[in-house]
């Protein structure tokens, strides 16, 4: 790549460099969390640059402990005490002045997290309060905002139908007379019965089966299609993610590493950790022993190394990554990477399995057919 070319790209992690940043809904810039702990400062997420556009499903991965669901939590400035976010989280409403999240009122805090971003936990059963009904969630919510609870329970019981659930037989229930599959799905409609621009998803499918994964994706996407969402889908399990998102943010060690298009990332991944990622990842179509492990560990947030943070697990690390922390440079189309040595990464880190060579993206995704 050219000096010339190299300065094109984008300076600030994970943001996208292309004109499409005017249909940004959320701009997050510099976050940052942080807990001060005995043996010192945790660094749980680390100067975080990102975009979400509109109208799209964004899915982060990562391995357990990468900054995933904090990010998620700063993103609603919902990060809990003692935790300290710092930077600014932007929200771009269709209509109406920009909105720097971190300085609402919790009130005001408060409206935004149900009316414009709203956000859906894993293990939807922590989510509800086992004293109440079904239906005393929702109204709760409606009154809770001022809205109009009889045209409210009429939008709670259209989307529980685009759920596939029975609405009346859902609201006279009790959280613990529901499946896990059920619970989870009528927690998406109370997270949606306020009408939101953004749903934020947190694991959602992680203790469910892969049947009800599948399914709840599918639904999903007619959510997405029917009330014109923007999704931002947080997991660890990466075909279950390439099955639904446009974009792929891949981050490890509290920071995002690469970013691109879903088929770009899947094809053709260019840092050294995402193409081990999906070297990790089960495939039904490839002999057990080529699947390969993730050799190291990932760095302690209080002792998280200098330079690339990735390079003590790094085949191609040399002097260069130990002393400096690489910026993201273009890969491809839309396409970012934050590593110094991500030509050689093909190379470096080649994809196992002979339909993974040819089509990562069909083999991974052929898991879940």
């Known amino acids: 790549m050219t000096e010339q070319e190299t300065q094109s790209t984008r300076t600030t992690h994970g943001t996208d460099s292309t004109d499409s940043t005017s249909d940004r809904i959320i701009e997050i810039r510099d976050a940052r969390v942080s807990f ?94 086992p004293t109440m009904g079904v239906r005393e969630h929702f109204v709760e919510t409606l009154e809770a905002h001022d809205d109009d609870v009889e045209a409210g329970m009429e939008r709670a019981r259209e989307l529980l139908s685009d759920l596939y659930l029975e609405p009346e037989r859902i609201l006279d229930s009790y959280p613990h007379e529901l499946s896990g599959g059920m619970q989870q799905r009528a927690l998406i409609a109370l997270s949606l019965v306020l009408e939101p621009d953004v749903l934020v998803m947190d694991e959602p ?28 889908f947080i997991t660890h399990d990466l075909p279950l993610v390439a099955e639904l998102a446009d974009r792929i943010a891949v981050m490890y060690a509290f920071e995002l590493i690469e970013m691109g298009p ?57 002097e260069t990554c130990v002393a400096d922390e690489p910026a993201f440079t273009r890969a491809g189309p839309d396409h970012d990477v934050a590593c110094f040595h991500w030509e050689d990464a093909a190379e470096a880190v080649p994809f196992t399995g002979e339909r993974l060579d040819e089509d990562p993206g069909a083999s991974i995704t052929e898991e879940r057919r």
């Open 262 to 318: 879903t088929d770009e990332i899947l094809r053709h991944a260019a840092h050294p950790y995402t193409r081990a990622l999906l070297n990790a990842t089960p495939n039904l179509d490839a002999p057990l022993e080529e699947m390969q492990s993730i050799e190291g560990a990932a760095p302690d947030p209080v002792d998280v190394p200098q330079g690339c943070t990735y390079g003590p697990r790094c085949p191609l690390a040399d």
């Open 36 to 129: 001060e702990m005995e043996r010192g400062v945790s660094r749980v997420l680390d100067d975080v640059d990102l975009d979400v556009q509109r109208g799209e499903i964004l899915g982060v991965v990562g391995e357990s402990g990468s900054g995933k669901s904090m990010l998620a939590s700063a993103m609603l400035d919902a990060v809990v005490d003692p935790g300290v976010l710092s930077g600014d989280i932007t929200y771009y409403p269709d209509d109406g002045d920009p909105v720097g999240v971190l300085g609402l009122s919790d009130r005001q805090l408060k409206r935004l997290r149900w009316e414009q971003i709203s956000m859906v936990f894993q293990g939807a059963m922590s989510s509800f309060n």
């Open 205 to 232: 499918t992680a203790a469910l089966d892969l049947l009800m994964q599948r399914s709840i994706l599918s639904l999903l996407e007619n959510l997405r299609e029917k009330y014109d969402l923007t999704m931002v």
